[in-house]
């Protein structure tokens, strides 16, 4: 005799959430109003809509540091966001948080991005200075808003209010004039919900030591170098201590591994304490008070200089810098190209450029993956390719 299916029900899912999450069955709601999900929560929905969806997948072949044909086990774009999402879980659990907002808000948060990274995103916000900008964090709200084509009903990937807040992690004044609702905090002075918040410290843990592990992998980074840092030479020290026989590359993963632990740790620690001090009571009460999700000032001094090496010692590094002027050429001449012939674009993307100008031609460049563009800009300016 088989047993009857067990009813999924979003309030025991939800149960041990602490009383300053975001709830599903509380959700501001989608803009196109829809049934809600039998089996799952509308924020599993979410999350469930964006790992389907076209730009989540392109991600695979989008930049993190390195260019996507200079090796297959460097971070990409689309593992950076597992790795985000992992930490983030693991943060929100601590908390009490709603785990699955936070993956929502993890997986999509790059999803606007360039290929070729920073300097993809640098060089096509140049190119569309005279018509608005452009900046990733606003296209990834592009991205699940509007320019992915999976429904029939809508377009866009018509997520909760909470995910789609969450992605919108900055935002100029004039900019949150026009997009309304998602992003009227930016105008009132309040924050985001503080699974958002986790979202965004979890990002930084994840690309800081990734990319200890790519610069060193890469042979950028030196070794003796990064022990000038103090976080890094703190941690590598004790795994030597305890390992004294360890080779060289499991030194390095042990060390980032503890590393991401201490930052973990320090992350919930602090955020608890404030939490205590705070004493939230509802989502409002996050919103109104001040950040919530940090570290601890000791911590925080640490990754600062983390991230000052890093910028000088890796993402200046002359090989990647060479990268870097390559990126914005090409990025720079496919934008002038189109942008002087729209002929030269698929038929549906040349009309929609006649219809929106050159913010179409930004949205076909940065759903672009790195060696597409690269074909592209080959078959544009290479003579012989066609």
Known sequence: MTSAAIPFSVA??????????????????????????????????????IIHSTAFRRLEYKTQVFVNHEGDLFRTRLTHSLEVAQIARSVARSLRVNEDLVEAISLAHDLGHTPFGHAGQDALNECMRPFGGFEHNLQSLRVVDVLEERYGAFDGLNLCFETREGILKHCSPDNARQLGAVAERFLLRRQSTIEAQVANLADEIAYNNHDIDDGLRSGLLQPERLDEVPLYARH???????????????AVHETVRHIIDTLVRDLTQETARRIDEARPASVDDVRNAAPLVAFSGSIRDEQDELKSFL???????????????????????????FQEEPRLLPVEHCERVQREGPRAIADYIAGMTDRYAIREHRRLFAIGEF
Do not use: C, W
């Open 12 to 49: 025991d899912h939800e149960a041990g959430l602490a009383r300053y999450a975001a709830r599903s069955d509380a959700t501001r709601g989608r803009v196109h109003a829809e049934d809600p999900p039998a089996s799952r929560t509308q924020f599993q929905r979410d999350r469930d809509r």
């Open 236 to 250: 590598r020290e004790a795994v030597m201590a305890r390992m004294p026989g360890i080779s060289p590359r499991r």
């Open 311 to 337: 910028f000088a010692n890796l993402y200046r590094h002359p090989q990647v810098m060479r990268m870097t002027m390559k990126a914005r050429r090409i990025v720079g001449d496919l934008f002038a190209a």
